[in-house]
């Protein structure tokens, strides 16, 4: 169990997936809650549907939704739900439509319910959220808010046949009641951290705990009830080969889940930021089983002349591999936490045995470029010149990140950058390979950047700039970024992420439009005045442009916010033919970036959500 995993997102709206509820009496029913509210399955989640989710009141959010969802033992239809905002809803036909438990919120201030545990015979519900332990009972339909308990309980249990007796967790030590909830008492400090879960897979005098502190974590034992506590996770065994990041990372990181297997007591399953771990000896030795389910948020590709695929990601850094894909290795990051090299690398551009990427540390307040000039070896982190803080004024993304560059194909040491935000962001230059960086006098007038900065190859004085918000369009300059002016539009644009140039004089800009919806631009002179070649269906923005080497055109299409499914086409030149190439993609968040790599023939696909695709493209 858990040694290979694939993509069960069929009809899952919302990909920030908090929590999955099992029904006992029908394995194949599947409650998922996430940031929209709850999907539902009927066949163990090969296909979801979206419920009701009360106007908006049902949503979840990670990780303080853990078990804030729970399914009758008895019909799989009766379901109840504790919502983000601190609301409990029951439903008795699979989330079709909801009433509110009781005449308010269990607790006296609107926090997301963290865990419920439901007892159907004695005709009560008890919740939790940061505020304490709360107890519903079904009879009088009211709520019970325990002042006197601890507070912050992350996870709780009770006895499934005697649920007077509760554990919480939440603290640095372990609180127990015997009457229900009406008094407590406390068991020995746990050694480090606070216990963030908890597992009882038979009997409360054995259980464990997920610690936490900061961003390390891991597992503790007790056999007298929560009472003492000693370290249990003896050997943790990562694989490398499928999680690189482990490399620098290491194995004991935060963890958000530590289950059991229901059939085999002997079967825990924990998670952590970067994985999945199984132990088939109750937690003493654990072994890495990601195979399957990629953990890379990854921002874009590029191909390097001996054929060494490069891979930049938020969060895991920038990876690359020797053999098209298969398996990578990290490159930045390498073996170790440093300040200001872990974190996001948003772009990468190789120019033969050296490369460049953009980077935004997050130990420091501010954006660098990354270069190197020995295949990965070694680095330099560039930023003479650039801004000391991250721009917080008009920008996408609550900061501003470093996330376009360009190179002059006739003077490769020139580099060109593009940061959002008004206050210190802006288009860059170096003219000594990233060494240092001037920002010009005069600016584009929307400095509301994405990745749309390109150069002209048959005119690389002339540089495109695409921006979004209330002065989006695409910006041109003809002298090398000393001066700026607004192309031509057909229509007003909105928002444009995504530029590059075409054979001849065609140029493309993906993006979004007015009414919300994806939308491709082009233009026919060398990106002079354009017009909509294409409006895709649906909400979200075009991204991940890639003009192939015949002239075709490959766009994705995103939802933002993790709304899904994406998509991929493939369109002629001029825009007047489009096929959907998703094949056999799973279903889920729309591509950061295409590339095409001609040696392979292949179509390369950095996700947002969910790592790297290729595809033949002939």
Request: charged residues 25%.
């Amino acid at each position: 169990m858990g040694e290979n995993w694939h993509f069960v997102t069929h009809g899952l709206g919302h990909l920030i997936v908090s929590l999955i509820a099992v029904a006992e009496s029908n394995s194949n029913v599947l409650y998922a809650g996430t940031d929209d509210g709850i999907f539902y399955s009927q066949n163990a989640g090969e296909s979801w549907i979206a419920v009701d989710n009360a106007g908006g009141q049902i949503h979840f959010g990670r990780p303080e939704s853990h078990r804030s969802i729970v399914v009758s033992k008895t019909n799989p239809e009766h379901v109840i739900a504790g919502s983000y905002t601190g609301d409990v809803f029951y439903s008795e036909n699979s989330g079709r439509s909801w009433k509110r438990l009781g005449n308010g919120r269990p607790f006296e201030k609107p926090s997301p319910i963290t865990a419920l545990a439901w007892f159907e015979k004695e005709k009560i519900l008890y919740a939790s959220s940061d505020q304490g332990m709360a107890k519903f009972d079904f009879e009088n339909s009211e709520w019970k808010y325990f002042l006197s308990g601890p507070k912050s309980v992350t996870d709780f249990w009770a006895a499934p046949d005697s649920p007077q007796t509760v554990f919480a967790a939440g603290q640095n030590k372990i609180f127990i009641s015997h009457d229900g909830c009406q008094t407590w008492k406390h068991g020995a400090l746990i050694p480090r951290g606070v216990i963030f879960r908890l597992l009882v897979p038979e009997n409360e005098k054995n259980m464990w705990a997920a610690w936490n502190d900061g961003w390390k974590g891991g597992v503790i034992y007790s056999n007298d009830g929560g009472e003492n506590w000693k370290p249990w996770d003896k050997e943790m065994n990562a694989d490398l080969a499928s999680d690189p990041t482990r490399s620098w990372a290491g194995v004991h990181g935060r963890i958000n889940a530590l289950k059991a297997d229901p059939f085999d007591k002997n079967v825990f399953f924990r998670t952590d930021w970067w994985g999945v771990w199984r132990s088939d000896d109750q937690g003493v030795t654990w072994n890495e089983k990601i195979k399957g389910a990629p953990n890379t948020v990854a921002t874009d590709i590029a191909f390097s002349p001996e054929g060494r695929v490069y891979v930049s990601s938020m969060d895991n850094g920038l990876l690359g591999s020797d053999d098209d894909g298969k398996t990578y290795q990290t490159f930045f990051p390498a073996k170790e936490y440093i300040d200001d090299v872990n974190g996001d690398v948003w772009r990468v551009l190789t120019l033969g045995k050296k490369f460049l990427a953009t980077s935004t540390p997050w130990g420091t307040d501010y954006d660098q470029v990354i270069l190197s000039q020995d295949s990965g070896a070694s680095f330099q982190k560039l930023r003479n010149g650039l801004p000391l803080h991250r721009p917080k004024i008009n920008v996408l993304w609550q900061r501003g990140y470093a996330r376009a560059i360009a190179v002059r194909p006739d003077k490769p040491e020139v580099i060109y950058l593009g940061i959002d935000g008004d206050d210190g962001g802006g288009f860059f230059v170096s003219k000594d390979g990233g060494q240092s960086w001037q920002r010009p006098e005069n600016q584009p007038s929307s400095l509301k950047i994405y990745n749309g900065l390109a150069v002209d190859p048959e005119n690389p004085a002339r540089i495109l700039w695409g921006a979004s918000g209330k002065k989006a369009g695409v910006y041109l300059s003809e002298d090398g970024g000393n001066h700026w002016r607004l192309a031509e539009s057909q229509i007003p644009m909105k928002d444009v992420y995504d530029i590059a140039f075409g054979p001849g004089r065609h140029v493309y800009a993906a993006g979004g439009s007015h009414d919300e919806m994806p939308v491709l631009y082009g233009s026919e002179d060398h990106g002079e005045h354009w017009k909509v070649l294409k409006k895709f269906e649906g909400n979200g923005g075009a991204k991940g442009l890639c003009v192939l080497p015949d002239g075709r055109v490959a766009v994705g299409i995103i939802r933002w916010h993790g709304k899904a499914p994406g998509h991929v086409y493939l369109g002629s030149s001029d825009g007047s033919v489009w096929e959907n190439i998703d094949g056999d993609l799973p279903e889920g968040d729309g591509p950061a970036a295409l590339r095409y790599n001609e040696k392979e023939k292949m179509l390369y696909l950095a996700r947002f959500a969910g790592s790297v695709y290729k595809t033949k493209i002939l």
